[in-house]
C-alpha cells in the first residue's frame, strides 16, 4: 500500500481464528495495518480482552462477542502513519532500513 505517495509494508489483520478440539477456522479480516504499526495494535488488543472479557472467558469468544464492526473500530486508529519526514523508520520493512519496495516473484503465490 502507498502512504504519502511512498510504498509501505501492510499486514492484513485477522481476528478471531480457533484451532479448539475438533475445529480450526481462519480468522476474520477487520483490516489492513503499516507493518510497523501491529506490535501497537496487539498490545491494545491484549488491553482491551484483559479490561472488558468475562469471567472465563477465552479470547476467541471474546472476539465473537465484540463483533466485527467493533474489532474494525479498534483497528482503525492504527491504520495510520506520522508523515515520513517525522518518522521514517515506520515506512521500512522490519529490519531494513532503505525505502521498501513490493516485488513480486515467481512462484505458486505469484501466479
Not at 484451532?19 to 491494545?44: D, Y
Not at 482491551?48 to 472467558?57: R, T
Request: aromatic share 10%; proline share 7%; net charge neutral.
Amino acid at each position: 500500500r502507498k502512504v504519502g505517495g511512498r510504498e509501505v509494508p501492510h499486514y492484513q489483520v485477522l481476528i478471531g481464528g480457533d484451532i479448539s478440539a475438533g475445529k480450526a477456522a481462519f480468522g476474520q479480516p477487520v483490516g489492513v495495518v503499516p507493518a510497523k504499526r501491529t506490535p501497537e495494535l496487539v498490545k491494545h488488543l491484549v488491553e482491551l480482552f484483559k479490561k472488558e472479557k468475562q469471567e472465563g472467558e477465552r479470547f476467541v469468544a471474546f472476539t465473537a462477542r465484540l463483533g466485527r464492526d467493533r474489532l474494525k473500530a479498534e483497528v482503525e486508529p492504527f491504520k495510520a502513519l506520522p508523515p515520513f519526514e517525522e518518522k521514517p523508520e515506520m515506512y521500512y520493512e522490519w529490519g531494513e532500513h532503505e525505502t521498501f519496495k513490493a516485488v513480486i516473484g515467481q512462484g505458486e503465490c505469484a501466479a
